[in-house]
């Protein structure tokens, strides 16, 4: 079955500073990436996502690349604010409803003011 | 429009009692799936109702069941608790025919000691 391997489990930045979290994928059937933020306390929160015929999605200061070839999709947040402090989860499905989601096991990031 | 909300949020059991969760999707969502969210794990499909059909059903055994109501509610239960169930339990929902973005709810925290 899939399996989705995310990197690096933690992350610290400056304010300002660029973030990337990159995650690879086994099964070449996958065809749907979502990214999902969560804060303390709460559920996940889908912040982007992209489709397997799709190289590259940006909303704001967020952007998702995705490399079906070599089977890896990154997220890259742009000029981070100590908000963007949270886990982020990366994650694939095999169906084109992108349900059974198969997740990262996260990434802690810390936006330091 | 109200976001998903599941009860209780917080339960404590024993060993070998059962437990029943439950999970009400944002109105007029027709598909609903279960997450189970360990600090091990991370986050693992458990499965996926829709119009009272399982769709999908991640690799959990059948200790784990759900179920879910014509108005789209769902129950989902764990019978013969082990330590190891001792877990977040997330539910999303989703419009269902083929929108595919998952709102998840803030999560049921289970307890078993």
């Known amino acids: 079955g899939e399996n989705v391997e995310q990197h690096p489990s933690t992350l610290s930045v400056q304010e300002g500073d660029s973030a990337v979290i990159k995650c690879t994928y086994s099964?070449?059937?996958?065809?749907?990436f979502p990214w999902y933020k969560q804060e303390l306390g709460k559920g996940p929160q889908l912040i982007i996502d992209?489709?397997?015929?799709?190289g590259e999605k940006k909303d704001q200061r967020i952007a998702v690349t995705l490399n079906k070839t070599a089977k890896h999709f990154s997220l890259h947040i742009t000029e981070t604010q100590p908000e963007d402090s949270a886990v982020y989860f990366c994650?694939?499905?095999?169906?084109?409803?992108?349900?059974?989601?198969?997740f990262g096991k996260g990434t802690t990031l810390s936006v330091s003011s | 429009k109200a976001g998903v909300t599941q009860t209780p949020r917080y339960l404590i059991k024993t060993r070998g009692q059962q437990v029943t969760l439950s999970c009400s999707p944002i109105?007029?969502?027709?598909?609903v799936s279960w997450y189970q969210q360990t600090p091990g794990q991370g986050l693992q499909f458990l499965f996926e109702?829709?119009?009272?059909?399982?769709?999908n059903k991640g690799n959990f055994p059948g200790r784990f069941s759900g179920r879910q109501f014509s108005n789209s509610r769902s129950e989902m239960n764990v019978s013969t608790l082990e330590l190891g169930d001792s877990a977040l339990y997330l539910c999303?929902?989703?419009?269902?025919?083929?929108?595919?973005?998952?709102?998840f709810g803030a999560g049921s925290r289970l307890t078993v000691l």
């Open positions: 999303a929902s989703r419009q269902g025919s083929g929108a595919n973005v998952l709102t």
């Open positions: 099964d070449s059937a996958s065809n749907y």
């Open positions: 992209i489709r397997s015929n799709v």
């Open positions: 994650a694939a499905s095999t169906n084109q409803a992108g349900t059974a989601l198969i």
């Open positions: 109105s007029g969502h027709r598909s």
């Open positions: 109702y829709f119009s009272e059909t399982q769709r």
